[in-house]
């Protein structure tokens, strides 16, 4: 069927116009398509920036805060350590190493012994260590009480460990409670009189008529060299002065427990040992004598 109407037969104004409709969508549509890559392109090229953006931000906020991070990490040393940290690069690093982390074979690292366990070291003279032996014996202090101290001070503050309490140390110590932690944890090394012994491979357990009450308190606490360590939970701070009480008081101002000889005090079995052998070797030779003149 064919249409009448003029417009349909001339192809007149009303089919112009829907075929000019139809190109513009196609237009639209094209662009459309062109556009769409260039819409993904922008986001994407936003999104970096972006990206960019935040990782100069927090670069500059980390360049901002670090310093002030890595100084919280290392603590400012007290006055007192500082002048220890000077004793120490003078006399203590050569073995110990910088930041008193040790060095293998020579000497170990202090990070963690605490104040307690120079003073112990220091004050006996066995540290600084002359010359490598099976175990550093006691003689004149190289350092003062002061720079004892600023040197305890140091290593406190470096890696932190036992103190000693500052106040007298037997204070209401019970010298006949004293007496029994003694036989029962002390006596099997440094002797019943406390003038120590000799242990395996050169080692000994030194005479404990020179220590002090902190002497004795820290080695207590930190178990110097061969001897274990007796923290607060193995023997309490008051049995601790209980110790020293019947060291300082007893072992070193009475008679010696052993008898009238002081025979290296170590106690009876010493002196009843050498009684029997002199004793034996007499009687021999006086048997001997009295076979001859019969």
Not at 75 to 103: M, T, Y
Request: positive net charge.
């Amino acid at each position: 069927m064919t249409s009448d109407t003029p417009s349909a037969r001339s192809g007149g104004p009303g089919t112009r116009a829907s075929r000019g409709d139809r190109q513009r969508g196609i237009l639209a549509r094209m662009r459309a398509s062109r556009s769409a890559p260039r819409s993904r392109g922008r986001r994407r090229l936003g999104a970096a920036v972006r990206l960019v953006a935040a990782l100069i931000l927090a670069g500059g906020a980390y360049t901002v805060f670090a310093p002030g991070l890595q100084a919280q990490d290392t603590p400012q040393l007290s006055s007192a350590a500082q002048e220890g940290k000077a004793l120490f690069d003078v006399s203590c690093v050569s073995c110990h190493g910088r930041n008193a982390q040790g060095i293998e074979g020579r000497g170990p690292s202090l990070v963690g012994v605490g104040s307690a366990s120079v003073e112990f070291q220091v004050s006996s003279g066995r540290m600084p260590l002359g010359r490598q032996e099976a175990q550093a014996e006691r003689k004149p202090p190289v350092f003062d009480e002061t720079q004892t101290e600023q040197l305890g001070a140091y290593v406190q503050e470096l890696g932190g460990g036992p103190e000693i309490p500052e106040h007298d140390l037997r204070a209401g110590g019970n010298v006949a409670e004293g007496g029994e932690l003694y036989r029962i944890n002390c006596a099997a090394c440094h002797g019943f009189g406390g003038g120590g012994g000799a242990l395996s491979s050169g080692k000994f357990a030194p005479n404990l008529k020179p220590a002090t009450d902190r002497q004795l308190y820290a080695a207590m606490l930190t178990g110097p060299q061969n001897m274990p360590v007796f923290g607060d939970n193995q023997i309490r701070p008051d049995q601790k002065a209980d110790i020293i009480a019947f060291v300082q008081e007893t072992l070193k101002h009475e008679q010696d427990p052993g008898g009238f000889f002081n025979l290296g005090r170590f106690g009876p079995s010493t002196e009843g040992l050498a009684i029997f052998l002199v004793g034996i070797v007499a009687l021999v030779f006086t048997s001997l004598w009295i076979a001859g003149k019969s």
